[in-house]
């Protein structure tokens, strides 16, 4: 039978109150225990939470930044005499966020699955900006992911 690593010299806690009081100490930890194989010694339970919160988070900045995008892109679209370099920038960061984020295979996939969502949001909130009515924009998204990304 294997013996359980204890943690390193890094820290005397255990792992699980570590990953409460120095998410930066446990994960370091947990990459040294991943590294050396001891999967005994690791702390799944707090691991496969704090996959399933990045997981979370990354599909909810894909979606909060194809909304920004999208918003911009309607507000650029609605009101030529309005638009301004401030806009241009948001969308060239936006784009540029966004491409990165997407270089992962799946989020990409959840990005052209969640385009409809992130447009519902860009009108609502353009509706407001722009004190236009929600119905005076295409009730579809009128572009395909890869032309909101591109230049």
Not at 96 to 122: I, M, T, V
Not at 140 to 149: M, S
Request: glycine share 2%.
């Amino acid at each position: 039978m294997r013996a359980l690593s204890m943690p390193t010299a890094q820290s005397t806690l255990p792992l699980a109150a570590l990953y409460h009081c120095d998410e930066t100490a446990w994960l370091e930890e947990m990459a040294a225990l991943a590294r050396a194989g001891d999967v005994v010694a690791m702390d799944c339970k707090h691991l496969a939470e704090y996959l399933s919160d990045i997981a979370k988070r990354d599909k909810r900045e894909v979606v909060s930044r194809l909304a920004i995008l999208l918003l911009h892109l309607l507000k650029w679209d609605r009101q030529p005499e309005k638009q301004t370099r401030s806009w241009e920038l948001s969308i060239r960061e936006q784009r540029e966020e966004l491409q990165e984020l997407l270089e992962s295979g799946l989020l990409r996939n959840f990005a052209e699955q969640e385009l409809p969502n992130a447009y519902r949001k860009a009108v609502r909130r353009a509706a407001v900006e722009t004190d236009l009515s929600e119905s005076e924009f295409p009730t579809e998204c009128p572009f395909a992911l890869e032309q909101v990304l591109a230049e």
